[in-house]
């Protein structure tokens, strides 16, 4: 022991660290309760403290449709959790569970599961199931308590419980309201305490205690025994139980015993041995109640497996044996419990039957004097845990899968079983049996029980019929009755020898005896008038005495002194005339009736001696079949009057003679007597057969009975439990209705000092109810109680209450409106359907929160966040805000531009791993984590990163961490500014400096920085030589000392809208040299802004422009003559020209008439040239300028050919128009072009006459072609025809200047212009677009 | 009778205006420059024509100054100029029309027969 120790406990130590073991180390408690259990629930849970460790599980009969509100009741009465478990659920230590209605609840494996109960048979038994799986999966582990209720469901399960090692509990029955399920289970005998509830908490928390501390749950011998005291005491024990019953333990498993005997020490609360064989001894009642603990058994499917195999292979066989299929094997099973023994043995004999060609019918009767294992014994339904005892292959040929859970044995089985209620001790048995099974039943019986019980066995067995016992029962103690076969497996065959004590045992018969007084009944028909019934009557006085029978050999009528021939014996009394006849006369008389019967005639017996009074008489017995259904034969007894025939005188006078007649009279009377003997023992015989075969009608007709009880039985259960349902239900409605009465008053309650106005409206949108509060806004009062809402005036708007009711009550769908009331508060109504308990909706409620405090500040909050997001959206550096855990949590939109990502490839991750791991920038990451938490900010922390998809960049990174106030998760801002291109810019900018500063310093141009006052900062050297100051004089200089006076307001006007508007400028500006002089410069100033986009300074690039103005002014000079000194002469000379043509016509043509008219082309031609120099010199200037009107194209070139045709007679102007629109264009300038390239047309082809015009639509615009069909132009000319001052060699005059006006035109026109050359001649054509573009 | 005043230095364009305008049966008063004509007081004419280049001011200023004045400012107006935007500088000084030199007799006639009426 000592060495084994540390092993062991190491194992222990391993099993204790064992997970799933170690969860389920906690007792479960499993409550059965049904009719008054929600009482004795509360009061137990009352007592129960919260923190036992241990889980409690409760079964009541609950009424299969109503809801039940058990888990409430209780959850009032205890701190643990209490669930109605719904669906399958883990089972935790200190957590009540409660059977839900119309469910059964299993335990498997620390889970609790739901299952439907079999509605159609049966009696409903949650408790008995529940337990028994509670005992399966738990083992010593499981506690199961019966608190009141009718019936006697959990008893059943109690024993499995036991049978497993578990603990029973049972209420006081006198304490229970109801004390039927108590009373069935202490009947049981095996429970370990009956108390009242009060004191079960205390009970438990021992036996959890010892339970733990007894390692009870462990399997292991040593573990258990070395925590109790005094275990050596366990012989003594066992001594006294084998002294004190009989039963001898010593060869039981000790680790069985022991876990027994503790939970008796666990009743009796010690831990000590010696102390509970203190009690065993003192208290006889103990004994008893261990051996019941000990021998606590179970049944199951081939329960001892090598029984059932020598049964196999040596008994079944056996009964076969012989047997044909007008055979039948009768076996009986003796209590069968629930069936699992019978439908093994059927398995076993069918599967045999199988292998036989002819197999004879098989018949199994099986009993229990408990009706509720027969029960559920007929239905054949066993739970996975039943059924794993079962191979495979039987499995599936015996039973069928349940739809809902476990195997239901097959039809084919279960109709060969007949069961039946029976009582070994009491009801007859089963008769003609080959084999008797009655295993686990005497052992419950004392010895001398158990011999008359092997007794019936013996008379019920047919010859050579098997026993089969329990293995701890033995028929050895009947050995002239029973031959052993199979002594290990208790199997004992009907002894050959034993055929005499063949009787059955005390039999009580059914039928009552019925006296029969014909005395009484002749007195009492003394008034008869029946002449022949007289007759009759007074014929007896002078007839031998004689009686009637029938059938049945009762007697149906006696004659007047006929008594004398019968006789009552003891005991019952019984008309039967063989019981009654007097015992002289019976076997002569026996032997009458029964020749009589057999044929049919009067028979006579002669000279039967009989005593009677001390007088002896000869009586002649005569039998007269009568044949009548109602009597069967009437029997006379006649008294020998005459001498007797014998002469016993006679024998002593003659010797030898007498000696004869003696002989002769003796061999007479022995031929008599071998008669009768013969006449008896036939008689014996048919009667033997009759009583068999009334036997078996009699048992078909018990069998009949039976199951008719049997049905009563199961009704009468049903009643009962339908009657607990109603109490359980009563119960519930009484709770329920004082919760309502709770809930009414928290309600009223409620409604009064709740301070948000709700109105509670019918279907019919009426108002049933409404809070104090709802007066403020609704002008309601108690009387419009039942008014609809819309005759309620209030102060609300927008006003649609009556539509968003309606709506709520269509949809379901609640509805939140904001509403406002006319004092300027807000309210937010809220319409949801009202919906009664049973989730039917009955009406609409109306709630009005004041949400004007929150509308206020959700307005500013809205304020502030539209501000604070403004400003992030606006802000261009990109700005990340990241959790605490450096997840992002959003990004600016400067962020995804800048870094050429999205908010899908950002937001939620962590920030080295946005962008493929573009920020995973391990110097960041430190900064984050180190600086930020001891900070809370840091600033212009600059990193250097080659990205992914902008490449290598140089950022400043400020971060800081936003205080929340309400928020307790802290984030940060993290901004960043890409300072690349400034760093790049930095650099490029001293190159540039470097590199333009020389430029500038030797740039042609003069080039100048002015601050905003004008004070020069900046001077190039070019500038100081246009001014000719040197660089120290004009950085002392403010600039506007530098300008001419009368340029100066120019400027000053010109430098004021720079300094508002920051936009550049050009200016042609005098300015003073140092000499004095003026200077004409072209500036171009244009401002210098700051990094705010303020001005900052202007700069000016200056060019000496003098000599250019010089210039200028020489070509203004020469246009003022172009245009006035020119044009002024020429307009005298061609108003006098005409002048002069007008008076030469007045005066009819003269010699001077062509010569004036030459005159006057000529003037005309000198205006056109001086135009056209006009026109090409403002065009070149940039002064030429379009006048748009908007004209009939078409007309207009019609009008104006016929204007030309005048002065071209030589060639006929053909126009041809097509469909154009309007154009927008300068009209005259048009039509300068359009004369232009007529006359060009007409001058370039004097060989031909005609030019054609046309005009085409180009969807853009029009254009128009002028053909020739003259010598057309060479491609060299095609080329130079437009440019200026270009002449055509073969043309004659004119300066060249008319198409390069007309390219210019259209130019300004944005049109085009172009010649080709056709089949013979030119095509000059241009363009206009219908709206000119800008030029 | 009708009449005109006509404002032109050049004693040529004079001598043909007056050709042109008493042989229609107007009655034409010539002044040499803008001085003259804004010194001197004449009895209102039926309409004005106007040399933009006079000596002393410029025949723009000279039309504005008419079109300001109450008394003057409805006889019309017609510019007369070599200078090729005549039209425009007319039009925006109030002018009522205007007559690039040089002109056509038949052009000149038939605009001082609209505007004398």
Not at chain 1, 1251 to 1265: M, P, Q, R, Y
């Amino acid at each position: 022991m000592v060495t084994n120790n540390p092993k062991k406990s190491k194992m222990a130590k391993v099993s204790g660290e064992d997970g799933p073991k170690k969860e389920k180390n906690f007792l479960t408690v499993a409550l059965g309760a049904s009719a008054g259990g929600i009482k004795a629930l509360s009061e137990f849970f009352e007592a129960m403290p919260a923190d036992s460790g241990m889980a409690f599980v409760v079964i009541l009969h609950l009424s299969q449709t109503h809801k039940s509100s058990l888990a409430e009741i209780l959850q009032r009465k205890t701190k643990m959790e209490v669930q109605q478990v719904s669906k399958t659920v883990k089972v935790k230590p200190n957590n009540v569970y409660v059977i839900p209605p119309a469910k059964h609840l299993v335990m498997t494996d620390g889970v609790i599961k739901l299952k439907a109960p079999n509605k159609a048979k049966g009696v409903r038994v949650p408790i008995d199931k529940f337990f028994r799986t509670l005992a399966e999966a738990y083992g010593a582990k499981a506690v199961c308590i019966i608190l009141s209720g009718t019936g006697s469901d959990g008893s059943i399960g109690m024993g499995y419980v036991k049978e497993n090692g578990g603990f029973a509990m049972i209420q006081d029955p006198n304490e229970a309201e109801y004390d039927g399920m108590p009373r069935s289970a202490i009947d049981t005998k095996i429970a370990d305490v009956v108390m009242p509830i009060a004191d079960m908490p205390e009970k438990l928390l021992f036996v959890r205690d010892t339970t733990q501390k007894w390692s009870l749950a462990d399997d292991r011998e040593a573990v258990v025994s070395s925590k109790i005291k005094n275990m050596d005491s366990l012989r003594d024990v066992l001594t006294l139980l084998r002294v004190r019953t009989g039963h001898d333990f010593s060869n039981y498993k000790r680790s069985t015993v022991i876990r027994r005997v503790a939970r008796h020490l666990q009743i009796h609360e010690t831990d000590d041995l010696k102390v509970y064989l203190k009690i065993l001894r003192e208290k006889p009642e103990e004994v008893t109640s261990l051996l019941n603990n000990l021998l606590i058994n179970v049944t199951n499917f081939f329960r001892d497996k090598a029984a059932f195999d020598a049964l196999e292979q040596e008994v079944i066989p056996a009964l076969f044996h012989g047997k044909t299929a007008r055979d039948q094997i009768r076996v009986w099973v003796a209590g069968c419990s629930t069936g699992e023994e019978v439908y093994s043995l059927s398995i076993l004999l069918s599967e045999f039957a199988a292998t036989l060609p002819d197999p004879p019918k098989i018949q199994l009767f099986a009993s229990d004097v408990d009706d509720e294992v027969i029960t559920a014994a007929r239905e054949g339904r066993f739970t996975e845990a039943a059924i794993t005892e079962i191979p495979p292959q039987r499995l599936e040929k015996f039973f069928v899968k349940e739809a809902s859970e476990g195997y239901r044995i097959s039809k084919k089985i279960r109709e060969m079983v007949l069961f039946a209620s029976h009582n070994i001790l009491r009801d007859p048995p089963f008769s003609r049996l080959d084999m008797v099974s009655c295993r686990n039943v005497m052992i419950y019986l004392n010895r001398e029980t158990q011999e008359q019980v092997l007794k019936i066995f013996h008379f019920a067995l047919s010859a050579k019929g098997y026993l089969f016992l329990g293995t701890s029962e033995t028929a050895d103690n009947t050995p002239k009755h029973f031959s052993t076969i199979d002594k290990k497996n208790r199997i004992y065959q009907v002894s050959p020898s034993s055929g005499n004590w063949r009787v059955p045992p005390a039999l009580p018969l059914p039928g009552v005896w019925k006296p029969a007084l014909p005395n009484q009944q002749a007195e009492i028909r003394e008034n008869m008038q029946s002449y022949g019934e007289l007759h009759h009557r007074l014929i007896e006085y002078y007839a031998p005495p004689s009686l009637l029978i029938n059938e049945e050999g009762d007697i149906i009528h006696l004659s007047k002194s006929v008594g004398q021939y019968l006789r009552f014996a003891e005991g019952e009394p019984s008309s039967n005339i063989m019981d009654a006849i007097h015992p002289a006369l019976l076997s002569d008389f026996r032997a009458a009736l029964f020749t009589a019967r057999k044929e049919k005639k009067t028979i006579e017996a002669t000279n039967i001696r009989l005593r009677i009074n001390e007088v002896e008489k000869r009586v002649n017995i005569i039998v007269r079949p009568v044949g009548t259904p109602e009597v069967e034969a009437l029997i006379l007894f006649e008294e020998n009057t005459g001498l007797p025939r014998e002469e016993p005188v006679q024998a002593i006078m003659a010797g030898d003679e007498a000696m004869e007649t003696v002989l002769r009279r003796m061999d007479e009377e022995l031929r008599q007597t071998k008669e009768r003997l013969r006449n008896t023992v036939e008689q014996y015989e048919t009667s033997t057969e009759e009583l068999k075969a009334s036997n078996e009608e009699l048992q078909a007709v018990n069998e009949e009975l039976r199951s008719t009880a049997e049905e009563l039985e199961t009704s009468k259960e049903e009643l009962q439990s339908l009657n607990e349902e109603l109490t359980t239900v009563n119960n519930e409605l009484k709770e329920r209705v004082d919760e309502v009465g709770n809930t009414n008053s928290d309600l009223e309650n409620l409604m009064r000092s709740t301070h948000i106005a709700t109105i509670f409206l019918d279907r019919d949108l009426k108002i049933k109810r409404y809070t104090p509060q709802t007066t403020d806004i609704f002008n309601v009062i108690k009387s419009d109680i039942g008014r609809p809402l819309s005759h309620i005036t209030h102060r609300l708007s927008p006003d649609h209450f009556q539509d968003d009711a309606a709506k709520v009550l269509s949809s379901l769908q609640p509805i939140e409106r904001e509403v406002h009331a006319d004092l300027g508060n807000f309210y937010l109504a809220r319409f949801a359907p009202y919906r009664t308990i049973d989730d039917r909706i009955d009406g609409v409620v109306i709630t009005f929160v004041d949400v004007t405090e929150q509308k206020k500040a959700s307005q500013e909050i809205d304020e502030e966040r539209a501000y604070a997001e403004g400003i992030v959206a606006t802000l261009r550096s990109p700005l990340i805000i990241l959790n605490k855990n450096f997840h992002v949590v959003s990004a600016s939109r400067s962020f995804y531009t800048t870094f050429k990502t999205t908010a899908e490839e950002t937001e939620g991750k962590y920030i080295s791993e946005i962008g493929n791991g573009q920020w995973n920038i391990p110097r960041l990451l430190e900064l984050l984590e180190t600086i930020l938490p001891e900070k809370g900010e840091f600033t212009d922390f600059e990193v250097e990163h080659t990205f992914r998809d902008i490449g290598h960049r140089t950022m400043l990174l400020d971060a800081r961490e936003i205080e929340r106030l309400h928020d307790s998760e802290r984030l940060i801002l993290l901004a960043i500014e890409d300072i690349t291109i400034w760093n790049k810019l930095e650099k490029d900018r001293i190159q540039t400096e470097k590199k333009y500063s020389t430029i500038v310093k030797q740039s042609i141009a003069g080039i100048l920085k002015i601050d905003l006052s004008g004070k020069i900062i900046f001077a190039n050297t070019k500038f100081c030589e246009i001014l000719g100051y040197n660089e120290e004089e004009l950085l002392q200089k403010n600039f506007s000392e530098l300008i001419y006076e009368d340029d100066f307001a120019l400027y000053s006007k010109k430098i004021k809208a720079l300094r508002k508007n920051s936009v550049g400028y050009a200016i042609e500006k005098r300015m003073v040299r140092k000499d004095g002089s003026i200077i004409w410069t072209s500036n171009f100033n244009s401002p210098i802004l700051n990094d705010t986009d303020g001005l900052e300074a202007v700069s000016i690039i200056s060019i000496d422009i003098s000599q250019q103005k010089v210039l200028e002014r020489q070509k203004d000079e020469f246009i003022g003559v172009a245009s006035h000194e020119l044009k002024t002469p020429l307009t005298s000379i061609k108003g006098y020209t005409e002048l002069l043509m007008e008076a030469d016509t007045e005066g009819g043509k003269s010699e001077s008439t062509p010569l004036i008219e030459k005159l006057n082309t000529q003037v005309n031609r000198l205006n056109k040239l001086v135009y056209d120099l006009l026109d090409t010199t403002r065009i070149a200037e940039g002064k030429f300028s379009l006048h748009y009107s908007t004209f009939d194209l078409n007309a207009f070139i019609k009008e104006r050919t016929s204007e030309i045709q005048i002065t071209t007679p030589n060639h006929k102007l053909s126009v041809k128009t097509g469909k154009i629109a309007k154009v927008y264009a300068d009209i005259e300038r048009i039509g300068l072009v359009l004369s232009n390239l007529i006359t060009n047309a007409a001058k370039f082809s004097p060989e031909a006459n005609l030019v054609v015009i046309t005009t085409v639509d180009t969807k853009k615009g029009v254009k128009v072609t002028v053909r020739d069909f003259g010598m057309g132009l060479a491609t060299k000319e095609r080329e130079k025809v437009f440019e200026r001052f270009y002449r055509v060699e073969s043309s004659g005059s004119g300066f060249g200047l008319g198409l390069s006006i007309s390219r210019d035109i259209i130019n300004l026109h944005g049109g085009t212009i172009g010649v080709e050359n056709a089949d013979k001649g030119s095509l000059f054509y241009f363009t206009i677009p219908y709206k000119p573009g800008k030029k | 009778m009708k009449r005109i005043i006509f404002v032109d230095d050049d004693p040529d364009i004079q001598e043909m205006f007056k050709l042109i305008f008493e042989k229609a049966g107007y009655e034409i008063v010539v002044f040499p420059d803008g001085r003259s004509l804004l010194k001197n007081g004449y009895k209102l004419p039926d309409v004005i024509i106007l040399d933009k280049q006079l000596p002393d001011i410029d025949g723009i200023d000279i039309c504005r100054n008419l079109k300001c004045n109450k008394k003057t400012k409805h006889i019309p107006v017609i510019m007369l100029s070599a200078n090729p935007d005549i039209k425009v500088l007319a039009a925006n000084a109030g002018a009522d029309a205007s007559i690039e030199k040089p002109f056509s007799l038949k052009e000149l006639r038939n605009m001082v027969a609209k505007y004398a009426g």
